[in-house]
Nanobody, 121 residues
């Protein structure tokens, strides 16, 4: 059973930094694109940043210049370094990854359960 488990959320003051991580576990053959998404109260889930297996990064406009996504392919882990945090960044942050399990012919998008980031003003 493949699982994605996020960690690193919490409470931080405006202007501060937080680092999130998300590790995939299970009988995994291949991990493709990985990404971070967030959902603020009363809003739809939105993409924050994605990273391909080769390291190509795509950021949402709100994340550019403040957030950095990275990954460790050997550990099937994706990271999100968040700097200059603003109360508008308050949300539940989810990681997602396209994972092909061993003995499976195709990849499937998996989601973590989310980690709460709260930025106080």
């Amino acid at each position: 059973q493949v699982q994605l488990v996020e960690s690193g959320g919490g409470l931080v003051e405006a202007g501060g930094s937080l680092s999130l991580s998300c590790a995939a576990s299970g009988i995994i053959f291949r991990v493709g694109d990985m990404g971070w998404y967030r959902q603020a109260p009363g809003k739809q889930r939105e993409v924050v940043a994605t990273i391909s297996t080769g390291g190509t990064r795509i950021y949402a406009g709100s994340a550019k210049g403040r957030f950095t996504i990275s990954r460790d392919n050997a550990k099937n882990t994706v990271f999100l370094q968040m700097n200059s945090l603003d109360p508008e960044d308050t949300a539940v942050y989810y990681c997602s990854a396209r994972i092909q399990e061993r003995f499976s012919s195709a990849g499937v998008n998996y989601w973590g359960k989310g980690t709460l980031v709260t930025v106080s003003s």
